[in-house]
């Protein structure tokens, strides 16, 4: 598949054109951005391991009859995914209070919700992707009812799927973000599953110490972000348990192979 011009940078991907239309190449970066923006640095390796993670969790969840953009990994940094029209709304997730929602009701950091809560957000980093109400995206047409009923039972099914997954391998998924897109399937539009599903995107704690195995490694200055991403990985099988391969050795070592 040959890679066409840029067409969009976000935060920690680049999107390009690919010689057929309805598809693009989804390029993951190591950037990392906290805080609106105002947090910023490279972690190298980060991109290598989201882009592996992303696929093994997007790939399952069309296993159980999730849709959405994947159609396949190119390589250690990139996937060929279909072309969708965003629906300007993060979709927020809640099994345990933790981030954003603490601070914002002074609910206690870990509480666990008798029911998984779904928040959203605009997408929107000048105004810093605030909370709105469902009453919110009717009233701007930033989506139909019947997309977000579709949204909201597709959204219980992958955090049912997601939870038992992360137990699986001793992880609790605290909370994720959701992103959503529109395709044309025969002429009509279909809401599909679109961006990332990583420790980018998640809050993961390890299920004994809950240690945290997720983007707040950076966000809390706590470090070795790496090594906890490449535990993630191992844990769900990506990478070897007895691999000593970091992230940052792959990544060299796909530079190499390229340069070649
Ligand atoms: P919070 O609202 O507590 O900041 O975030 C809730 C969850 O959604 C966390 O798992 C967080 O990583 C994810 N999340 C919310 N907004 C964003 C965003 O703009 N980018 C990324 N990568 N994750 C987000």
Redesign the pocket.
Known sequence: MKKGKKLYEG??KIIYATSDKNLVIQYFKDDATAFNNQKKSTIEGKGVLNNRISEHILSNLSQIGIKNHLVKRLNMREQVIKLVEIIPI?F?V?NVA????TKRLGIEDGTVLKEPLV?Y?LKNDELG?PLIAEEHIYAFEWASKKEIEKVKKMILRINDFMIGMFRGVGIKL????LEFGRIKNNGRSEVILADEISP????LWDSITDKKL??DRFRKDLGDLIPAYTEVAKRLGILHEQSNVSAVNVTKLSSIKRKK
Request: hydrophobic share 25%; net charge negative; proline share 0%.
């Open positions: 935060k920690a993060e927020i809640r933790s981030g954003s929602i928040e957000c992707d605290i909370d994720f973000k980018d995107t998640c809050r997720d983007k």
